[in-house]
C-alpha cells in the first residue's frame, strides 16, 4: 500500500458526509473579516436598547471568539485549530451526527447505559443506533471493545460514542482501548469521547491520543466542573479539518457574547483555582458519599464514581427516591434506562447536603 493511501485513509475528513465535503456553510456578516468604522452590513440596529447598559449587545458577536478558543485550547491541551466551542457538548454530539452520518441513514454505536443524547440526535437525523451494552464484572462497568469495533464494523457506524467517565455509570474507560478502537476504525468511524466529567476523574484525557489517533474527537464541557452550566459552553476536540468542516455546519452565532465573557472570566486565575478547589471537595465527598451509602441497609450496591454523581441500587428504590423527595431532595430516577430498574443516580453536592441525603435515607429503613 502506498503511503499516498495510507494518508487518505487516516484522514478523517474521509469520514465527513460526501456532500458536505466542500459545503461553505452560511455566509453571515461576520465571515468575510472586513475592517471599518460604520458598520452597517449586518441589518443591527445603530442604537442600542435602553436595557442594555453596556451598550454592546445590538451587535452579532463573533462565532468563533479567538480568546475563547485560545483560553480554551490552552485549558484543555489542544491547537486552537483544534477546537470548536459551541452551545454545550450537546451541540457537538449533534454537529458531528449531522455531519458524518446521512440522513435517514448511516448509524452510530452507543454503549448503554449512557448518556441519552446521542441517540436523541441520531433519531432525529434518522440515523440507527447500535447499541453494545456495558458489562457488570464484580460490581464494576466495562466496555467491551472488541464487540463495539465488531457492531461498528458489521453496522457501518460513522460514529461511536464513549462515555469516560460514563454518565450513569461514572467508570472511567481505558485510554489504551480507546486507542486501539480508533486504530481498528480507522477509515471505517469516529470514535467519540465524551469527556463531560473527566475533571472529576483525576486522569489524563484522550486529546493527547488525537496525534497519533486522528479518528478520535473528545468532547469537553465548562457546565460540570467549571460550574458553568447556564452559559452553554462545549468544545469538540478533534483534527484541524474535522473542525473547519464542523464550524461550517454550525449555526451562524452560536456563542452569545455574555456567554463567552462569563466563560473568560471562569478561565481566569483566581476562578481557576477555586475550581480546581471545588474538584478535590467533590472528590473527597464522592468517595465518603460512595462508602456511606454502601453501609446502608436496602443499598443494593453503590458503584464506584470518577465522576460528579454515584450511582446506586436500592431494595426499594420508589421508597428511597420518595423519601428524599418529600425532604426537597431531588436525585435522577434510573429505573427507565435497561438494566438500571432499581438505581438511582446521586449528584455530588455540598457536605451539608450529602449529609442529608444519607441521614434521610438512613431514616428510610428505621
Ligand atoms: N455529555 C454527558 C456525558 C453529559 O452528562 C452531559 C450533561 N448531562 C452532556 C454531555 C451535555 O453537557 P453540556 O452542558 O456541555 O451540553
Not at 471562569?266 to 480546581?276: E, I, K, V
Not at 454502601?294 to 428504590?317: C, Q
Amino acid at each position: 500500500m502506498s503511503a499516498a493511501i495510507d494518508i487518505a485513509t487516516a484522514n478523517p475528513l474521509a469520514l465527513v458526509r460526501e456532500d458536505l465535503r466542500d459545503f461553505g456553510g452560511y455566509r453571515s456578516a461576520r465571515s468575510d473579516r472586513l475592517q471599518g468604522d460604520v458598520w452597517l452590513n449586518a441589518n443591527e440596529s445603530p442604537w442600542p436598547n435602553l436595557s442594555d447598559r453596556e451598550g454592546t449587545l445590538r451587535r452579532y458577536p463573533d462565532p468563533q471568539p479567538q480568546a475563547l478558543r485560545e483560553a480554551l485550547s490552552a485549558l484543555y491541551g489542544c491547537a486552537p485549530a483544534q477546537l470548536l466551542a459551541g452551545r454545550g457538548s450537546d451541540e457537538g454530539i449533534d454537529l458531528l451526527v449531522r455531519a458524518v452520518c446521512r440522513p435517514g441513514g448511516d448509524a452510530i454505536v452507543v454503549t448503554t447505559p449512557t448518556f441519552g443524547m446521542y441517540a436523541v440526535s441520531a433519531r432525529l437525523h434518522g440515523t440507527r443506533v447500535a447499541d453494545v451494552p456495558l458489562r457488570e464484572v464484580d460490581g464494576e462497568w466495562r466496555c467491551d471493545f472488541a464487540g463495539v469495533g465488531a457492531a461498528a464494523l458489521a453496522q457501518g457506524a460513522r460514529l461511536v460514542f464513549l462515555c469516560s467517565p460514563g454518565n450513569p455509570t461514572g467508570a472511567l474507560l481505558p485510554s489504551g482501548d480507546i486507542s486501539a478502537l480508533a486504530q481498528a476504525l480507522e477509515g471505517r468511524a469516529l470514535v467519540v469521547v465524551d469527556e463531560a466529567y473527566i475533571e472529576f476523574a483525576d486522569a489524563p484525557s484522550a486529546v493527547r491520543l488525537i496525534a497519533s489517533q486522528p479518528n478520535i474527537v473528545v468532547l469537553r464541557t465548562l457546565s460540570k466542573a467549571h460550574a458553568l452550566a447556564a452559559a452553554r459552553i462545549g468544545s469538540v476536540i478533534a483534527d484541524a479539518g474535522l473542525i473547519e468542516v464542523l464550524r461550517r455546519c454550525q449555526a451562524p452565532y452560536p456563542l452569545p457574547s455574555a456567554c463567552t465573557d462569563e466563560a473568560l472570566r471562569s478561565l481566569g486565575r483566581d476562578a481557576a483555582l477555586q475550581t480546581r478547589t471545588r474538584i478535590a471537595t467533590v472528590r473527597s465527598e464522592r468517595e465518603a458519599l460512595a462508602a456511606a451509602l454502601a453501609a446502608i441497609p436496602g443499598v443494593k450496591r453503590a458503584y464506584a464514581s470518577r465522576a460528579n454523581f454515584v450511582l446506586a441500587r436500592f431494595d426499594e428504590t420508589q421508597a428511597a427516591f420518595d423519601r428524599l423527595l418529600a425532604a426537597g431532595v431531588v436525585v435522577r430516577d434510573m429505573r427507565a434506562l435497561p438494566g438500571l430498574d432499581d438505581a438511582l443516580r446521586i449528584s455530588i453536592g455540598t457536605p451539608e447536603q450529602n449529609a442529608t441525603v444519607l441521614a434521610i435515607l438512613r431514616g428510610a429503613r428505621a
